[in-house]
């Protein structure tokens, strides 16, 4: 087995194998926890990378400054530990921020996007639901012209998943009306990949999500709306 520990020297999470198990008997054992929810059940003298140990006696020194292993009996409330970033999952509603972004008469860089939130989060992808429109509808060169220099500004950050445009014809009115949201798409996606992520983003101004962020955050998701 692999197990995921800090390397001090870069600063990122990497992963070391297993060499040995050890039966250390039967143990107290305390409950560790962060402010954002995460915790986990540890050992008294388990070290864990505290920020600034404040004389606090050391298990192991660290190369940063101020900063120590100190075993979990000393570690304080109040004290920051290294812990690994919240794996984040991007899911954006074009239909919503299209028309958001057209009446405020700007537009969004998704790649400044992904680089902000890559401070708090460990981006995992940037999904981007798009109805496109058929062959013989007049929008469809225009839905292609916009698709190409975005996705060559973007294509690197974003995974661009579409739909076709539904066309129904209404009998009364005899004429042919256009259908297409990505509510459902977008939905399932999310369910399919919530044990892929810690937190869930959505980015649209729709709140038809209200309910799936109610249920995500009663399986301790962390969900918020850009």
Same mark, same amino acid.
């Given at each position: 087995?692999?197990?995921?520990?800090?390397?001090?020297? /870069?600063?990122?999470?990497?992963?070391?194998?297993?060499?040995? &198990?050890?039966?250390?008997?039967?143990? /107290?054992?305390?409950?560790?926890?962060?402010?954002?929810?995460?915790?986990?059940?540890?050992?008294?003298?388990? *070290?864990?990378?505290?920020?600034?140990?404040?004389?606090?006696?050391?298990?192991?020194?660290?190369?940063?400054?101020?900063?120590?292993?100190? #075993?979990?009996?000393?570690?304080? *409330?109040?004290?920051?530990?290294? #812990?690994?970033?919240?794996?984040?999952?991007?899911?954006?509603?074009?239909?919503?921020?299209?028309?958001?972004?057209?009446?405020?008469?700007?537009?969004?860089?998704?790649?400044?996007?992904?680089?902000? =939130?890559?401070?708090?989060?460990?981006?995992?992808?940037?999904?981007?639901?798009?109805?496109? *429109?058929?062959?013989?509808?007049? #929008?469809?060169?225009? /839905?292609?012209?916009?698709?190409?220099?975005?996705?060559?500004?973007?294509?690197?950050?974003?995974?661009?998943?579409?739909?076709? &445009?539904?066309?129904?014809?209404?009998?009364?009115?005899?004429?042919? /009306?256009?259908?297409?949201?990505?509510?459902?798409? =977008?939905?399932?996606?999310?369910?399919?990949?919530?044990?892929?992520?810690?937190?869930? #983003?959505?980015?649209?101004?729709?709140?038809?999500?209200?309910?799936?962020?109610?249920?995500?955050?009663?399986?301790?998701?962390?969900?918020?709306?850009?």
């Amino acid at each position: 087995d692999e197990i995921a520990s800090l390397d001090e020297q /870069t600063g990122k999470i990497v992963w070391s194998r297993v060499n040995a &198990l050890m039966d250390m008997g039967v143990k /107290t054992t305390y409950r560790l926890q962060t402010t954002d929810g995460r915790e986990i059940r540890t050992t008294a003298e388990h *070290p864990y990378l505290v920020r600034e140990t404040k004389g606090r006696a050391e298990k192991h020194s660290s190369p940063s400054a101020g900063a120590g292993w100190l #075993a979990v009996e000393n570690i304080k *409330p109040g004290d920051y530990i290294a #812990a690994p970033k919240p794996k984040l999952g991007v899911f954006i509603d074009d239909a919503n921020m299209f028309y958001a972004q057209k009446k405020e008469g700007w537009r969004i860089d998704y790649a400044k996007l992904r680089h902000l =939130l890559a401070r708090s989060f460990d981006v995992r992808f940037m999904n981007y639901y798009l109805v496109m *429109p058929g062959e013989r509808d007049t #929008a469809f060169q225009k /839905t292609k012209q916009f698709l190409g220099p975005f996705m060559r500004a973007f294509g690197a950050v974003l995974t661009l998943r579409t739909k076709p &445009l539904k066309y129904i014809f209404d009998r009364e009115k005899k004429e042919w /009306t256009k259908k297409g949201n990505v509510d459902s798409e =977008l939905l399932i996606d999310v369910l399919v990949r919530e044990d892929e992520i810690d937190a869930v #983003a959505i980015v649209s101004g729709d709140s038809d999500y209200k309910a799936l962020a109610e249920a995500l955050a009663q399986k301790g998701k962390k969900v918020f709306f850009a």
